[in-house]
């Protein structure tokens, strides 16, 4: 539900105008060059959501020819006047509450949030024409939260517990596809199916196939919402472990969240110096 100042001001006019402002969506939605530039006053300024200022219609005419044929193959959007105010009977400006949805027209992850505003005026035929647009996006809030903390300590734990049961599918199974390791010996492992080759072959047979270990998460710094910096400390025993002594080998993780989910990008394994 939108509000209008001046609260005397004509209905008719601020339903013109949401009219006008779901046409912007329609034509955009459906990559329609030609409806949305009839939107524009000859004159009129558009300033991009990326800040690039057009001034007259020919410039934004040519701006939009080339990006949106093709800019909505698959995402939609969604339009909602919050606002309108008549600075004179025939001037108003619209204040638009935008978001990029998925083609099922759901939020995309993370959300893509505007806020538009468009200046109208009246012409002489009695329809109004925009004669200026500013788009601004809505910076993202922070999303990196305790939800997220515990999904990396899952991961850590999957990592433990299939070290601990030789079961190298479970080990392996929250690396990347182009994930690097560095292992503990210096040998840099390149893909995610290098990477479980790797660890089958260790947890088949020798030390390994024998060994135990336990692992503490800490250190956990969010570089951006989705990627994400963190330690690993590792004891051979579970009684090293819970003794909260200098640990075997500390880790340094570089975790990424694709698509909702998080996963190992980078992790190099350093082996602690038994203390004299």
């Known amino acids: 539900m939108h509000t209008i100042t001046p609260a005397e001001a004509s209905s008719l006019d601020a339903d013109r105008l949401v ?8 034509t955009q939605r459906g990559e329609d060059v030609e409806g ?9 300024v558009w300033v991009t959501g990326g800040g690039r200022r057009l001034i007259g219609l020919d410039t934004i005419a040519e701006f939009t020819r080339s990006v949106l044929p093709g800019a909505m193959a698959d995402m939609s959007v969604r339009y909602e006047v919050e606002h ?12 638009v509450r935008q978001e990029y949805l998925t083609t099922k027209g759901e939020p995309l992850t993370p959300r893509q949030l505007g806020l538009p505003s468009y200046v109208w005026r009246r012409g002489a035929g009695g329809d109004w024409s925009m004669v200026a647009g500013q788009n601004t996006g809505v910076p993202q809030e922070a999303s990196f939260g305790p939800e997220d903390v515990a999904a990396l300590h899952a991961i850590v734990r999957d990592v433990q517990d299939g070290f601990n049961a030789n079961d190298a599918e479970l080990m392996t199974a929250h690396f990347a596809s182009d ?3 560095v292992n503990a010996l210096g040998k840099v492992l390149r893909g995610r199916e290098e990477i479980v080759e790797a660890s089958r072959a260790g947890l088949a047979a020798g030390f390994l196939h ?21 330690t690993k400390d590792a004891w051979p ?23 909702g989910r998080w996963l190992i990008a980078r992790r190099s394994n350093t082996l602690v ?4």
Do not use: K, Q, S
């Open 19 to 26: 009219e006008l402002v779901a046409v912007v969506e329609r």
């Open 210 to 230: 024998e060994a135990t270990a336990y692992y503490r998460l800490g250190d956990i710094v969010p570089l951006t919402d989705d990627v994400v910096t963190a």
């Open 273 to 276: 110096p038994a203390a004299n």
């Open 179 to 181: 994930a690097l390791v």
């Open 36 to 44: 949305f530039l009839a939107l524009f006053d000859p004159e009129a």
């Open 84 to 95: 309108i105010r008549f600075i004179t009977p025939n001037v108003a400006l619209t204040g």
């Open 237 to 259: 025993t579970e009684e090293a472990f819970r003794a909260g002594g200098p640990p075997e080998m500390r880790a340094l993780y570089v975790f990424v969240r694709r698509e």
